[in-house]
């Protein structure tokens, strides 16, 4: 479960420093989108901004969704997967490196490509 934490701490913080970033955008913007709304044409962009914050803000709960999700399946891949598949006997010292390198790799893959979906979808939830 090792590989897992490390991935954790590595892409995690990735995602959550581009809503940090997003919010630090809405957030030097937020004086004008107010200023603006007190005119009946921008009311409608001040109603899409603030949908958009709560987007944005609605992020990490949908990161640590994904995040149960991976670590579940990797200690499940992990633990009974892998060894019903291969047998307790059979080749484990050869194929227990390329296993865990292979879990590894597709987890990462699974996470980014997660990561992806959960912005995309929290903000088409929000701002639509």
Known sequence: MGGSTLQEFT???LFLAERFFLLGIMQTFFPLVISLAVFEKFRSLAYTFFKL????????PAFFLVNVFVNALYTEINTNFWVNLFGIDTGQAFFAPVVQ?????FIVFLKFKLYKRATSFTL???TN
């Open 124 to 126: 088409r939830l929000f």
């Open 101 to 105: 390198l292979g879990s590894v790799g």
């Open 11 to 13: 892409i995690y913080p």
């Open 53 to 60: 914050y709560a987007a944005v803000y609605m992020l990490v």
